[in-house]
């Protein structure tokens, strides 16, 4: 019978790879490639998106602490990753790592893990990045129908001007599951329809496979762009947002908001769980150990 616990040694691990080099893919991302790859997977979808919910729902004004939290658990992540990458030099990740140390039946477990990971979260960004495309397009005066903008069954209302500037929102489309729902607003006389299939989030998902297909170099050049216009999007909102900072705001009595009576609403509970929120959001380092491993040297 198989043992299933059966652990792979760092030795054993490194000759398979060394096999696999000669007959396997070429390593061809640089150090470059690498660093914005890292920094591309950190700053993401959750960066533009869950902040401000964890702001909104859970911490308030205090998320700023939340980020302190929150990067200081990616820090440990980081060294953990850091170490394991050292000691382990193999590509293969936390699959790779659980192998060598907790053996096979774990590793199996994880390996399954980091494919529902992946296959979630590029889920989760394409819809992110469906919503911002829909209501850019909208600012341009291209209406995509709403019944192709969300997942099937997602009922959505047109939100009058009216309405939409009392609950500080925008007008148009909007999932009915959101605001309105915890306002408390009748929506029985809005115009509402059913959504049948999310096609931003299918094209994007389209373009990026086709890309990946197209090949390992093409992809590193096109996240070198974007990571390049994204960091500088965060630098000029930084260097822009310096000047509205008042010390006084942050000494004030609603810095943290008094919690509501429900864990993770408000208070030290919200700032802990915006920390989560955080973490979760910027959370990159699997991915840039796996690809690190696979990488080449540059010369």
């Keep these: 019978m198989a043992n299933l616990w059966v652990r792979k040694s760092i030795a054993a691990l490194k000759a398979e790879a060394a096999h696999s080099d000669e007959h396997g893919f070429k390593r061809t991302l640089t150090a470059t490639n690498l660093v914005t790859l890292g920094i591309g997977a950190i700053i993401g979808a959750g960066f533009f998106v869950l902040t401000g919910h964890a702001a909104a729902e859970h911490a308030g004004p205090a998320i700023a602490l939340s980020f302190v939290v929150g990067g200081i658990a990616c820090a440990f992540a980081g060294l953990c990753y850091a170490e394991m990458a050292s000691t382990v030099p193999i590509a293969g990740s936390a699959y790779t790592y659980a192998y060598a140390t907790m053996g096979e039946f774990i590793a199996w477990l994880i390996g399954w893990d980091l494919i529902l990971e992946y296959m979630l979260g590029a889920t989760t960004v394409a819809v992110g990045w469906s919503g911002y495309v829909t209501s ?18 997602t009922v959505l209302v047109n939100v009058p001007n009216q309405v939409a500037e009392q609950l500080h929102m925008r007008h148009g489309w909007s999932a009915l599951e959101g ?35 197209v090949g390992i170099q093409e992809s590193a050049r096109v996240n070198n762009v974007i990571v390049f216009i994204k960091v500088g999007i965060v630098l000029l909102f930084t260097a822009l947002g310096v000047a509205y900072i008042k010390r006084e705001n942050l000494m004030a009595d609603g810095f943290i908001p008094p919690n509501t009576g429900v864990f993770g609403e408000f208070g030290w509970s919200g700032i802990f769980r915006g920390a989560g929120m955080v973490f979760f959001a910027y959370i990159g380092f699997d991915a840039v150990s796996t690809t690190a491993q696979e990488a080449k040297n540059p010369q």
């Design 136 to 153: 850019f397009l909208r600012d341009l005066g291209i209406i995509i129908p709403p019944n192709l903008t969300e997942s099937p069954g």
């Design 179 to 213: 605001v309105l729902k915890k306002a408390g607003v009748d929506y029985s006389g809005f115009e509402h329809v059913t959504a049948l299939i999310n096609v931003p989030a299918m094209f994007i998902v389209a373009i990026i496979t086709a890309l990946l297909v």
